[in-house]
């Protein structure tokens, strides 16, 4: 650019005012494009159940299965959240040689939830019960043990141990009742 030559000068100011200008119009336009909806509240809920008050199911030395025996425990699952949720039981923690032994049945008033053995049902293979479990509702479920008639002699002295859990899942936004 020549220093004395006046038509650079206008060039160089011209390309400097239209810069200018060009930055002027974006920052308007990123100023714009910020929407505000007032007074929108967002609320969250809780998911939460209790199985049983955190009791088992089956203690410890309580029954001395026989073959052909049968035992049948009810039990309580709440849903003690502020939302109607989809759950689904399993078993974790399952040891001992009864444990394969033994036919576990769980029902929900009429529906079997499973039938067969503890280390069968983990929390991967456990299906999603058929029923909500409305807030503030509490249901009565059974669990049923059997000893097979055929057992015999094979089971005798033998010991099982588990944990019988819950998991829950809202159903609001998943129709389909997607856990984690």
């Known amino acids: 650019m020549n220093a004395s030559d006046p038509r650079a000068y206008r060039r160089a100011a ?12 974006v920052t308007c336009a990123v100023g714009l494009t ?5 007074q ?4 969250t809920g809780t998911v939460a159940i209790d199985l049983n008050g955190g009791k088992p199911i089956l203690t410890e030395d309580e029954y001395l299965f026989e073959p052909g025996m049968t035992v049948n425990k009810d039990f309580t699952l709440s849903n003690t959240g502020t939302a109607d949720v989809y759950y689904k039981l399993y078993f974790r923690d399952v040891s001992g040689e009864l444990a394969d032994v033994l036919e576990v049945t769980l029902t929900d008033g009429s529906d079997v939830l499973y039938t ?24 009565t479920m059974q669990a049923s043990f059997h000893c097979p008639e055929n ?7 033998t010991r099982m141990s588990f944990v019988l859990c819950a998991d829950a899942v809202q159903t609001k936004n998943n129709p389909t009742g997607l856990f984690d």
Do not use: M, Y
């Open 14 to 25: 011209l390309l400097t005012l239209l810069l200018a200008a060009v930055l002027a119009v």
């Open 34 to 38: 910020r929407v505000q909806v007032p």
């Open 40 to 43: 929108n509240r967002f609320t």
């Open 116 to 139: 067969g053995t503890l280390a069968g049902l983990t929390r991967s293979t456990a299906a999603t019960a058929p029923a909500v479990l409305a807030v503030g509702q509490a249901r």
């Open 151 to 157: 057992t015999g002699n094979t089971a005798q002295q």
